[in-house]
């Protein structure tokens, strides 16, 4: 009565061990016959097994012995960079976690030191194996792509970029260089963060602080070379979604002076205040508000086309086009009306009275 009255509620190890101490009080092998002995005992076992389910799991599991044998760590992260499926990879720096967790139970030096030490030594791997290769394929991937573009500005990328091709049955869309490296590598940015050792591990942070970095510093040593990393940054954020903080660096060297796409921008005051002289083949300001003028060399255009690229040539052109166009708009307008047009008419007719007077030359 009582091993029936424990089996009847859920079977947990206390109502499995009331339940065979209850059989074994009452000598169950006497009154009951062997074969039903046997089952009764099969089922009690089974049971036992499935109250312990998640210790055996737990058991079948543990993958502590790694820690052991941390030399297959290396091996692994060796041919996993370019082969093995981004699931594994994760199941397997889980598994290196379990090592970590066992160092807890460590009783002859300190736990934390331990713990430490396995931390800098797996990071160390990742760093040298994984992350040090990741960066260098996204930078050299970078680095191709905007200079086979290097006459893009930075407007003309982002609309290269984020315009929509329309898709076309006889044009098919052209694939991109090493793209099979470029969706790997963005797999490998899109893994989720992992914890070593206690610690939270994201390589997309890494990546993206060590392109910071290195656009940061290379744009500081050659300002003129600025606009490259800006493109390599509209770059990583549309190809590999790499957020970067703002560099806040010039795009211009001190000594550059006036900047030719500033003067785009302002056309009609740049025409209006300065002056050509044809001997120094330069532009010299008017008048000035303070006891200096300003100066437009041929140095200073040389420098805003090593800032900006070679694009902006094009830009100016067009801008100057824009502007010449306007202009003589306005004159041909100011050339119909009557009082113009009047004064005009008289000039001619004075000057064919008195041709032979004036030598064939027109007075000013």
Known sequence: MIAENAMSKSPTKSQILICGVSLEIGNYTKFIKSSDCGEIDDLLSRLEMLSKIGEIFQRSTNTTFLYFHRSLAQVYFESAFEDYPLERVEYFLECLEDGAKFLKNAKHCDSEDLKLNFREEIQQLIQDLII???????????????????????????????????????????????????????????????????????????????????????????????????KMRQLAKHRYSLDFSPTKLPYMTIDQGLDVLMIMKNIHVFVSNYNYDLNEQMFIEKTGKNRSLNVMHVQQVVNSIKTHGAGIVNSAVNYAYQFLKKKFHIFSQFLFDDQIKCQLIKEIRYYRDSIDELNQMVRF
């Open 132 to 230: 040090e290769k990741l960066c260098t394929q996204i930078e050299n991937d970078l680095r191709i792509d905007v200079h086979s573009h290097q006459n893009e500005t930075i407007g003309e990328l982002e609309l290269r970029l984020f315009t929509i091709p329309k898709k076309s049955k006889s044009s098919p869309a052209i694939p991109l260089p090493n793209q099979d490296v470029a969706l790997r590598n963005r797999q490998w940015l899109e893994m989720k963060p992992f914890k070593i050792a206690g610690i939270v591990f994201d390589l997309k942070h890494k990546v993206e602080k060590y392109l910071e970095k290195t656009f940061y510093n290379l744009t500081a040593v050659a300002l003129h070379d600025g606009e490259t990393y800006a």
